[in-house]
């Protein structure tokens, strides 16, 4: 189903806008109910799966003539897009949260952290953690089925999948007889990532010395606020107000990968909505008459300026590398100069 419905409005409004909704049954899925006694190598495949999408996409246009040496056009738009799981076959699964179905394809799972453990004592009347050895300072996880130790029936959903769920842009054009300039902004809404996950490749560029000697290890972690560092740590320098965090940015610095506080949590997500100044431009037409004598209709200058700013809450990289942190290429900012003849 899509509804669409596209205006203009006293000749200088112009919008288009669209709502969908798209049911797809009968998804080709591998199939996971099928009982042991058939006798079956590997399970089959069957068209059994079902998802509903749904969303709005639309732009908006404004223009306006002050007189004929002067008008300016603003602009936007937007697409708005989410999913839900109608049904995927699963095994019987040991707990409601474990299902696809009813939630987001591809949606996050991952532990709820209650913070950094303090002390042994908090340690040892806390429900044991399975994934190695955890030492005060370590993250602290959720017992959320009660049974007294943390694994992996503990994790819960926790995010939708790392494509952002709305973008927008917005921007306009102002012209002055031959002068041109124009901007434009871009942006996403609320999309959660992950600082550090689960056997992630990419936590070598957030957790301190996390492949020993190699990868990054950033300048704040240099900083003793931002780390969790022991009461009795012998380093003078290092005021006492500042030992023990228990809101500190890394948890217990080790030498090598931590498996309790490599997984996947709510201590290390982060929102990477942002908004970029994504182009500047600046164009101007010559068309004098010693330009003409030369054969040429005109001359049309531009400096386009990309990337130049971004508003965001990721800081330490690019917001749309921010789920790699900083592992790959960030966009360049770019300033270009150009010149288009016509004869």
């Known amino acids: 189903m899509d509804l ?38 590997s399970m089959p495949y069957g068209n059994v799966g079902s998802m509903e999408s749904w969303g709005s ?3 908006i246009s404004f223009t306006q003539r002050i007189n004929k040496d002067m008008d300016f056009t603003i602009r936007g738009n937007f697409t708005y897009s989410t999913n839900k799981v109608k049904y995927f076959e699963e095994a019987d699964n040991k707990y409601e949260y474990y299902s696809a179905s009813g939630r987001p394809y591809n949606y996050q799972k991952g532990y709820i952290a209650l913070g950094l453990f303090s002390d042994q004592e908090e340690i040892d009347n806390s429900p044991k953690q399975t994934f190695g050895d955890y030492m005060p300072g370590d993250i602290k996880y959720k017992d959320v089925n009660g049974d007294g130790m943390i694994n992996s029936d503990d994790r819960v959903p926790l995010s939708y999948s790392d494509y952002p769920r709305l973008s927008y842009g917005f921007g306009g054009e102002f012209r002055w007889k031959k002068l041109r300039v124009g901007v434009l902004f871009n942006g996403i809404g609320n999309t959660t990532y992950y600082r550090a996950y689960t056997d992630g490749k990419d936590n070598v560029g957030y957790i301190p010395f996390y492949e020993e000697k190699y990868g990054n290890i950033l300048t704040i972690a240099a900083d003793p606020a931002n780390r969790w560092i ?81 508003w965001d809450n990721v800081k330490l990289f690019d917001p749309d590398q921010a789920a790699s942190n900083g592992r790959k290429y960030p966009i360049p900012g770019r300033v270009s100069f150009q010149a288009t003849i016509t004869f």
């Open 57 to 59: 996409d639309g732009n």
């Open 230 to 310: 022991p009461a009795d740590y012998d380093d003078t320098s290092i005021p006492a107000a500042l030992r023990e965090n228990p809101n500190a940015l890394f948890p217990r610095l080790s030498y090598g990968k931590n498996n309790n506080n490599s997984q996947t949590s709510t201590f290390w997500q982060g929102n990477r909505r942002y908004l970029r100044l994504q182009e500047l431009s600046l164009y101007y037409t010559l068309d004098l008459p010693f330009v003409r004598k030369c054969g040429i209709n005109n001359i049309d200058l531009a400096i386009i300026a990309n990337n130049l700013c971004t």
């Open 4 to 41: 669409g419905i596209e205006g203009n409005l006293w000749g200088k409004i112009d919008f288009t806008i669209d709502f969908f909704r798209d049911i797809r049954d009968g998804i080709f899925q591998e199939r996971k109910q099928v009982p042991d006694f058939v006798g079956l190598v």
